[in-house]
């Protein structure tokens, strides 16, 4: 395969046009062989790089340096735990999408018993899913908080003329843009906004961070400092916290099962064709496998350099000076994380919150759209086996989804609230997911394309660490609250 033949030219040209997604099924597009060389490779990465565009977002501007301002450094082992663990996870679920050509509900509704309504599992996701949408109506909260920041005069007047909360304002705006711009473009779309975004605000956080030693005080960033971060500690009163950022950061739950979506849609499954026993096929999924861990991988080293950075900022500057930031206040508290690049970065700050949270916005509601429109198939509550009929469905929740987040955060209001009840939920359902990829790769992992008996091992033993993380953080989450 040659530089000037990628494979999105062959497959992104079949249909694109919204925010669709669709499996192209078996003589739809012929095989395509893998790139040999590292550097073609690369450019084929993708998926993981939306992926961080989610990532990289509510969970780190606002839970992670939240975390970060309350307890300082001492939670930044779990900050690189979250990261690191979960991509095992993450690669199994991708890998039995490409060999099977399933969407991850697909793959687990056929875990258990059969059922024409959808199992368990799928259940439980669309439970956490609609849980999410807090953490989606928090994003479009801060949205209108930075507006608010950044056109003071425009949303006095605002205010004023409408008697409603300028906030509100900027945050229903934001929220018609976001629908938009989700009915307007497909995979391709997704993949290069997110690209540029991730880039922008992952450099400006960590140029932040660089810019540490020369800050005002009070500042805490030394190397003894971040060294007693790694200690696992777990301080008294942070577990709630804690279990909500290893919901969401790194790898959360959500992105979990959005990843082999994403890897179907950008076209995985169809280059490597449909299984059979002949060579030829296990030599191109070999080939494809290797691309997308490449793609999990380069996208973990993004997003957990983006977490970390976020965390460090939280918890020496933040802390140091006793800020935790709350409610209306948010933006204004993080934007104090920046002043150590001049009197510029409040203006810079608010357009890389925006980024951060405006590109979140984006990849998790498409991604929502998506999955549920496979959901609401399985389970035969609104079927739409066909593309045309499958292309509505996914527009059609592009336009609820963010219409529900919006109407959580104008009755509820406080985005700290609403991101740690979506972490949360994520929290709980990441043993399910993690349990559900080891069954998958012991009951339908091809061998000639399986992973080594080091990495089977690491798989195992990653499953086994999310379920005990999250599992003792919502037993004692659960204990603290019997309590009252």
Not at 2 to 26: N, T, Y
Not at 399 to 405: E, G
Request: charged share 15%; hydrophobic share 50%; with cysteine.
């Amino acid at each position: 395969m040659s530089d000037s033949d990628p494979i999105l030219d062959r497959i992104d040209s079949v249909e694109e046009g919204s925010a669709h997604f669709d499996i192209i099924k078996e003589g739809d597009l012929a095989p395509i062989d893998p790139p040999i060389r590292f550097a073609q490779a690369l450019g084929q990465i993708g998926p993981g790089l939306v992926l961080a565009g989610s990532i990289v977002g509510t969970g780190e501007l606002i839970a992670t340096t939240g975390l970060g301002a309350k307890e300082g450094y001492a939670l930044l082992w779990l900050i690189l735990f979250s990261c690191i663990i979960k991509v095992f996870v993450q690669v199994e679920l991708g890998r039995h999408a490409l060999t099977h050509g399933q969407s991850t509900l697909e793959a687990f509704n056929s875990l258990g018993k059969k059922r024409s309504n959808g199992n368990w599992i799928c259940w439980c996701w669309f439970t956490m899913m609609l849980a999410t949408q807090a953490q989606i109506g928090a994003m479009e909260g801060l949205i209108g908080q930075a507006a608010t920041m950044a056109f003071p005069g425009l949303s006095k007047s605002m205010t004023a003329a409408s008697g409603i909360s300028s906030d509100a304002i900027w945050a229903t705006i934001t929220t018609l843009v976001a629908i938009v711009l989700l009915l307007s473009g497909g995979y391709q779309r997704v993949e290069k906004i997110t690209t540029f975004l991730v880039a922008a605000v992952t450099g400006f956080t960590v140029l932040a961070v660089l810019a540490l030693p020369w800050t005002p005080p009070p500042v805490d960033f030394s190397l003894d400092a971040i060294l007693s971060g790694l200690t696992f500690a777990m301080p008294s009163g942070g577990i709630a916290a804690a279990m909500a950022t290893f919901g969401i950061t790194g790898v959360g739950a959500s992105e979990l099962v959005a990843y082999p979506y994403w890897c179907l849609e950008k076209g995985y499954g169809r280059a490597a064709g449909t299984r059979n026993q002949s060579d030829a096929w296990a030599r191109r999924a070999r080939g494809w496998m290797r691309v997308m861990q490449i793609d999990a991988w380069f996208s973990m080293i993004v997003f957990t350099v983006g977490t970390l950075a976020f965390y460090i900022l939280g918890a020496s500057i933040l802390h140091a000076r006793g800020i935790v930031p709350a409610k209306s206040e948010m933006i204004r508290s993080l934007s104090q994380m920046y002043t150590s690049l001049g009197g510029w970065t409040v203006t810079a700050f608010l357009l890389g919150a925006w980024a951060v949270l405006f590109k979140t916005l984006y990849v998790a509601t498409a991604g929502n759209a998506r999955q549920t429109a496979d959901f609401l198939n399985i389970t035969h509550i609104w079927p739409n086996q066909s593309g045309l009929a499958r292309t509505r469905r996914v527009n059609h929740l592009c336009i609820i989804y963010p219409l529900l987040a919006l109407g959580l955060y104008l009755v509820f209001g406080d985005p700290s609230r609403l991101v740690t009840f979506g972490g949360f939920a994520q929290a709980l359902m990441l043993p399910v997911i993690a349990g559900s990829a080891l069954r998958l790769m012991i009951r339908d992992g091809d061998r000639r394309i399986l992973g080594s008996k080091i990495w089977m091992i690491l798989v195992v033993v990653a499953a086994i660490l999310i379920g005990l993380v999250a599992g003792y953080g919502a037993l004692d989450t659960l204990i603290n609250q019997l309590k009252f």
